[in-house]
């Protein structure tokens, strides 16, 4: 389901009640009418920047000397105004929330398709600005009060350009399975990042607590773009009460095909000139990088920092994507995205091989992302490995109830944003029981409802879950 079909979901059983209800008191119309102002009002306000300049101190020459940006989406019908939302808490609060949105990817001809890409959000545009009220709730749920992060201001930073937030290029891709609509693509997520940024600067110089967070594509983006928050907050004299940040990293492990880097991030997405070397160090993208490395550049250069990466062990969305990277690096025969590339869980996709060439594969996933995490340095870095295969964790309330190792996810969240207990790295392989890693939080799907345990079609047909085949003998 769409996200701008969902505030119905509130809207319909009521105004039902009130058309049928005959002669109904006054005060049944006052109650309806308060339960509607509830599902209606919307705590979140809308910003629209402008193209504009921003200065960024002790960064490279580029930042410092009035960077311009231009924030746009995509350029397909209903995805071409880039806005941003506010929620805020209390007046000149200083806790800040900056929250990245996710959805998906495109890169070439054979997903980038306009309007009918399948493989990121691309109708910013089209949905009411209300979604983001109804579709994310966790450490976005202000109503909540085991939420460490109620209190906080939020600026919520929505996903249009599918880039990991981290483009500035303007591609022209020559579709050749759909009319191109247009034939020019905006990939232009870091242009918007720094258009919050602006307005932080002008908004914000009161605040002493900042938490950067994203899920998915979002986490992508949070990662690509913290050395570029944390410099804007290094500025004493704007910040004088600046005190502590942290960033909590939902479902971005970065397990990706070779070559990612060098031939998407960069040649595609005109990111190189967005790499903060000041963090990373110079021609970062012509090396050899990877979110593992650029997490341990992150816990370098900021070692204060207390940094937290979530994932669940066998994330069905990130083993799709695993996937679908494989097939456009490929042969190109198929004659559109939505039949080719398989159900969006990774039921279909294939557990083998496991090997070292990073062949994508189910395995070949959850092995890097494994072995990433545990490889990723800094005293202040911590990974929560949960079970099963649900993508993204902070925007649901499910967040609430999640459990590997013994650890609570919320108990945890809590340590890594409010120094509330000691933060500590989670692993589900280090947990009780016969299946620690795929007895819980899996999605339904036949496969794994059959088994009691996130599988997929090859294990499944070999009597196993996903860690027998990914991680056993």
């Not at 109904?24 to 193209?51: H, M």
């Not at 929330?97 to 996710?102: K, R, V, Y």
Request: net charge negative.
């Amino acid at each position: 389901m769409q996200a701008k079909n969902l505030s119905l979901l509130f809207i319909v059983p009521i105004l039902f009640f009130v058309g049928c209800k005959k002669d109904e008191p006054d005060n049944t119309k006052a109650l309806t009418g308060a339960v509607l102002a509830e599902v209606l009002y919307n705590p979140y306000e809308r910003i629209t920047p402008t193209d504009g300049t921003i200065s960024i101190p002790n960064t490279n020459t580029t930042y410092q000397n009035n960077r311009p940006y231009f924030p746009k989406c995509f350029g397909n019908a209903g995805n071409t105004k880039f806005y941003f939302f506010r929620k805020t808490a209390s007046a000149n609060n200083k806790k800040l929330l900056i929250n990245f949105m996710g959805g998906g990817a495109c890169w070439s001809n054979n997903n980038c398709f306009g309007k009918n890409t399948t493989t990121f959000f691309n109708f910013l545009n089209d949905v009411p600005d209300l979604f983001v009220k109804v579709a994310f709730q966790g450490i976005l749920d202000a109503g909540n009060s085991s939420n460490p992060l109620k209190d906080y201001d939020v600026l919520f930073i929505p996903y249009c350009t599918g880039d990991l937030h981290i483009g500035s290029s303007d591609v022209t891709y020559d579709d050749p399975y759909v009319t191109p609509d247009p034939s020019t693509y905006s990939h232009r997520g870091h242009d918007n990042v720094l258009s919050v940024l602006k307005y932080i600067q002008s908004n914000y110089t009161q605040v002493t607590d900042v938490v950067v967070a994203g899920q998915s594509a979002g986490g992508y983006g949070a990662i690509l773009n913290y050395p570029h928050i944390r410099q804007v907050f290094s500025e004493s004299a704007k910040f004088p009460s600046f005190n502590k940040i942290s960033l909590v990293a939902d479902a971005s492990n970065g397990a990706v095909i070779n070559g990612f880097f060098s031939g998407i991030v960069k040649t595609k997405w005109g990111s190189a000139q967005n790499m903060p070397d000041w963090a990373v160090g110079a021609s970062y993208l012509d090396g050899s990088p990877s979110i593992q490395d650029y997490l341990s550049k992150i816990t370098t250069k900021y070692p204060t920092d207390v940094v937290g990466q979530y994932t669940a062990a066998f994330d069905s969305t990130q083993r799709w994507f695993f996937n679908v990277m494989g097939i456009i690096a490929g042969p190109s025969s198929y004659s559109d995205s939505s039949s080719y590339f398989g159900p969006g869980d990774a039921r279909d996709v294939a557990d083998l091989p496991k090997d070292a060439s990073n062949t994508p594969s189910n395995c070949n996933w959850a092995i890097n992302a494994n072995n990433a995490m545990n490889a990723t340095t800094g005293s202040k870095y911590y990974f929560y490995r949960a079970p099963g295969d649900i993508h993204t964790i902070t925007t649901s309330d499910t967040m609430y109830g999640l459990v590997s190792n013994g650890v609570n996810f919320n108990t945890w969240l809590k340590s890594i944003v409010s120094n509330v207990g000691s933060p500590s790295i989670v692993d589900c392989s280090d947990g009780s029981g016969s299946h620690p890693c795929t007895d819980k939080n899996f999605g339904s799907n036949s496969l794994n409802d059959t088994l009691g345990r996130a599988t997929s079609q090859d294990s499944f047909d070999n009597g196993k879950d996903l860690y027998e085949t990914c991680f056993g003998p």
